[in-house]
């Protein structure tokens, strides 16, 4: 199952950041951390396609009722795709709770403490980040190992699927 949410910062011009993150539920993996200025349904689906094509496609994905997240084309690229979706109550963000620990973090460890210049800057600093956040930094829910590692030793990997 992937977790997916959306963080807001700024640049240091005051212009706003939206931030798509995915998170695999099994792995604690940060899949994605798209940023953009917006991030509309269509931006959402070319991530999670983008994912599938990488990773082969989750039995389920949770999430908010946010308009973005609600969108026909999501829904529709679901359906479609055999994906089951699952919303969590709106004000409940303890239904989704591994991407907002992961958002927690990205909080406290990023986007609290980096100014960003740009938006092409954000983006490689938010790469970087996510980066070693998989490789580097064990978790104690993964008996030490870094959600990279996990995921290679994992038995139930999703094989990539071919429409």
């Not at 269509?42 to 994905?61: K, S, W």
């Not at 959600?147 to 699927?161: G, I, R, S």
Request: hydrophobic share 40%.
């Amino acid at each position: 199952m992937w977790g997916l949410d959306f963080q807001f910062d700024e640049t240091a011009d005051l212009r706003r950041l939206k931030l798509l993150n995915v998170v695999d539920e099994h792995t604690r993996e940060a899949l994605a951390m798209d940023v953009g200025r917006s991030i509309t349904g269509n931006d959402v689906v070319a991530v999670l396609e983008r994912l599938v094509a990488e990773r082969g496609a989750p039995l389920f994905i949770r999430m908010d009722n946010g308009p973005e997240l609600i969108a026909w084309i999501l829904r529709d690229w679901c359906r479609l795709r055999g994906l089951g979706t699952i919303y969590i109550e709106p004000g409940s963000p303890w239904e989704n709770p591994w991407i907002e620990s992961f958002n927690g973090r990205v909080r406290d460890e990023l986007l609290n403490i980096t100014e960003f210049g740009s938006l092409p800057e954000a983006r490689v600093l938010i790469e970087d980040w996510r980066n070693e956040y998989n490789t580097w930094r064990p978790h104690s829910s993964l008996e030490g190992l870094t959600p990279a590692e996990y995921a290679d030793n994992c038995e139930h990997q999703h094989q990539p699927t071919h429409p």
